[in-house]
């Protein structure tokens, strides 16, 4: 391959959205040596720059893209999802299109320097845009599902869709699934329930998606054997190439009030007798980045999980994947965002559902439906959940028998499953390993055909 290739990659601004393009990032320079440079505003690269070494990562590039979110109503500095309120995040998601410019800009002068526009453009699902940028400077567009095939295929097509709308029941059809498969109307988070195509965001949606729909293809962060009917369903759905090229994680790891959910969910613990970790920080409504009340808790719990040592209660943050990893994990309370997903699934570790917004809910439903590897305690946070509900659904999830035992062995199965796709012995080479190859493959070859069909228009205004 040639190592003088260039290829751009743009991520939306939530940090779920920048590591797995960051992850991808590493395995194309690794196996193409291609210029990779991946292209965000000036705190989000601050925060890749952190997320790497200097000395493994050296051809990596990062450039910045000029940004002012307080030109669009957000507070100085807002330049990613994190902590952000509903109707902020939709702000931030207009203001994600003033970044049009600064990439037209960035394409012009690697054209003015390299003599040629880079062999494609990466870039987000909520970056459709990105599609008529890359026509403008004559290279492609791939657009890069950073979640699984069978919960973006929901959401993208309820968003384009609205299902919702054409009944009313609580259950409904959405394009794309077979009949067979329904959807129901507690799977959606508030906003998605509202959506009418005339609500910001879903108009938003709507338009970045119908423009993803004319990239040259999608890649996704997910593994055949595991999603074969999300993946099949998605190349139908969307009639573009789709390569399923995951999961991108560290090579180490394949080796009611909000308050009161808080409260039952510890009573719920304590309940269930069984050991835990669990990573608190402030309700929904309060400041992320506050500091923890005692009070949100059941009166002594801290003091008594610890002198039990039945439990642990880590502040803010805890290293997931570490903990993920050890063996007493029996398994994982998560709202179902496609990260923690393959994180838990790459240990074998079973997921007891909580899904909160976005797509969490359709990743949740194929997790127990088609994977047989969840369990869902409950759905957003409006509903009302009760220690006795958390403790019977725990002890389901723990049992050593029945339905733990069989979410167990499954999850030990796709565990397994992951691992071969990125495994490369010899001239073997796993299914996801295959996929970026073919991928690569693909774009060289309309760079080639591009430049054959315009030495081809030049000969004939010529003779003509």
């Not at 990260?339 to 007891?352: A, F, M, T, Y």
Request: a negative charge; one cysteine or more.
């Amino acid at each position: 391959m040639n190592s003088q290739e260039h290829i751009i990659m743009l991520p939306f601004l939530a940090h779920g959205h920048l590591i797995p393009f960051l992850a991808l990032a590493k395995q194309l320079q690794q196996r193409t040596g291609y210029t990779i440079t991946i292209a965000s505003t000036k705190l989000n690269i601050q925060y890749l720059r952190s997320s790497i070494s200097a000395d493994s990562d050296s051809k990596i590039l990062f450039a910045e893209l000029p940004f002012c979110s307080s030109a669009h109503d957000l507070p100085p500095n807002t330049e990613s999802t994190e902590n952000l309120s509903l109707d902020r995040m939709i702000k931030l998601l207009y203001a994600s299109q003033s970044l049009e410019d600064p990439l037209f800009r960035l394409l012009n002068d690697i054209i003015d320097q390299e003599g040629r526009p880079p062999l494609c453009i990466i870039s987000d699902l909520f970056f459709g845009w990105a599609v008529d940028v890359a026509k403008s400077v004559g290279t492609v567009t791939v657009s890069f599902n950073t979640g699984g095939a069978y919960g973006v295929l929901a959401y993208v097509s309820f968003c384009l869709n609205l299902p919702h709308r054409s009944t009313d029941s609580d259950e409904f059809l959405v394009p794309g699934f077979p009949e067979s498969v329904r959807f129901h109307h507690s799977q959606l988070h508030p906003y998605l329930r509202a959506a009418d195509g005339t609500d910001m965001g879903s108009k938003f949606m709507q338009s970045q998606f119908s423009r993803c729909l004319e990239s040259s293809g999608w890649l996704c962060n997910s593994v055949e054997e595991i999603e074969p009917l999300g993946l099949d369903l998605l190349m139908k759905y969307i009639r573009l190439p789709v390569w399923a090229i995951g999961p991108l994680l560290p090579p180490a790891a394949l080796k009611s009030s909000s308050s009161s959910q808080m409260m039952q969910l510890a009573i719920g613990l304590e309940g269930s007798g069984k050991s835990f970790i669990w990573v608190v920080r402030p309700p929904l409504g309060f400041d992320l980045n506050g500091e923890f009340r005692a009070e949100w808790l059941p009166e002594g719990f801290e003091e008594r999980m610890k002198q039990s040592r039945r439990g642990l209660i880590v502040r803010n943050w805890a290293p997931q994947l570490d903990i993920l990893s050890h063996k007493s994990t029996g398994a994982f309370l998560s709202h179902c965002g496609w990260n923690s997903v393959l994180e838990s699934l790459s240990q074998g570790v079973p997921i007891v559902g909580w899904p909160m917004a976005a797509e969490q809910a359709f990743n949740s439903k194929m997790l127990m439906e088609e994977m047989g590897v969840s369990v869902e305690l409950t759905r957003g946070i409006q509903r009302v959940i009760e220690a006795k509900e958390v403790k019977r659904v725990l002890e389901s999830a723990m049992d050593e028998h029945g339905k733990g035992e069989d979410m167990r062995k499954k999850a030990t199965e796709v565990k397994e499953l992951m691992k071969l796709a990125v495994r490369e012995e010899g001239q073997e080479k796993g299914s996801s390993l295959k996929a970026v190859d073919e991928f690569v493959r693909t774009v060289l070859y309309k760079r080639r055909a591009a430049m054959m069909a315009d030495r081809c228009s030049k000969i004939s205004a010529k003779s003509d």
